[in-house]
């Protein structure tokens, strides 16, 4: 299994409409992120959560919201649906470095991909 | 704000040749920097990860990358490619967030072809 799961893997839907996308993670990692990719653009970050009571917006954040439901699940949100958030989404996750100065690498799931028409 | 940049969209290189793709980067402190590789239909890969130290940085599947201060760039190196090793490949720096903890910021992307 997975050790970040992401669902749905694919999702077509319509303008103004609600989605959710969702992440689990077996790794016991504090950090969650999502990020958005775009061909040419590579990876931006919409959302980042350093703990469950953490949440912070990122480069991208407008049109999105995010929830952090237990350390092991941290969810997307687009409220109302627009064509130009046609992407590919990836959740991913950190480990806390002891000591905290020393940042350890991202962990990925394997993407969801939206298409909003 | 940090930043990576990755100035070819593509390299492209015979199966058997050394390669490299290029990473130059901007940041203020001490810089922390990773290469990423995504296959089609993956997510990315951690592949690895400069934070002090020796500047030539081994990882996973062969690869190097070696980290110049003065020309603040971050190249990924593999002596002699495969075809396995066609990929999309990221660049990323450490940055600071609001609250103290990291973020990771990711350049463009470069695609590396390796031809038979």
């Known amino acids: 299994d997975a050790d970040v799961t992401q669902t749905p893997r694919n999702r077509i839907t319509k303008t103004g409409k609600r989605i959710m996308l969702e992440c689990s993670q077996t790794?016991?990692?504090?950090?969650m992120y999502w990020y958005r990719q775009d061909p040419g653009l590579g990876l931006r970050l919409i959302y980042y959560?350093?703990?469950?009571?953490?949440?912070n917006k990122g480069e991208i954040s407008d049109g999105y919201s995010v929830s952090r439901q237990a350390q092991a699940k941290f969810s997307l949100s687009l409220e109302s649906a627009i064509p130009n958030q046609t992407a590919l989404y990836f959740c991913?996750?950190?480990?806390?470095?002891?000591?905290?100065?020393?940042?350890?690498?991202?962990?990925f799931g394997e993407g969801s991909r939206l298409t909003v028409l | 704000a940090q930043s990576v940049a990755q100035p070819e969209d593509q390299v492209n290189v015979a199966e058997g040749n050394p390669l490299t793709v290029k990473c130059t980067y901007s940041?203020?402190?001490?810089?922390?920097l990773f290469w990423y590789v995504q296959y089609p239909n993956r997510g990315l890969q951690f592949l690895l990860k400069?934070?002090?130290?020796?500047?030539l940085v081994k990882g996973s599947y062969g690869f190097e990358a070696e980290f110049n201060k003065s020309q603040t760039s971050f190249h990924l190196k593999k002596p002699s490619a495969l075809v396995s090793d066609s990929a999309l490949y990221f660049c990323?720096?450490?940055?600071?967030?609001?609250?103290?903890?990291?973020?990771?910021?990711f350049g463009a992307g470069t695609r590396l072809f390796v031809k038979a």
């Open positions: 991913a996750t950190s480990a806390r470095i002891q000591g905290g100065n020393r940042p350890g690498e991202l962990f």
């Open positions: 790794k016991g990692h504090d950090r």
């Open positions: 959560s350093f703990d469950v009571k953490d949440i």
């Open positions: 940041v203020s402190g001490n810089p922390y």
């Open positions: 400069y934070i002090t130290g020796d500047n």
């Open positions: 990323a720096v450490r940055d600071r967030g609001r609250t103290g903890g990291f973020k990771t910021i």
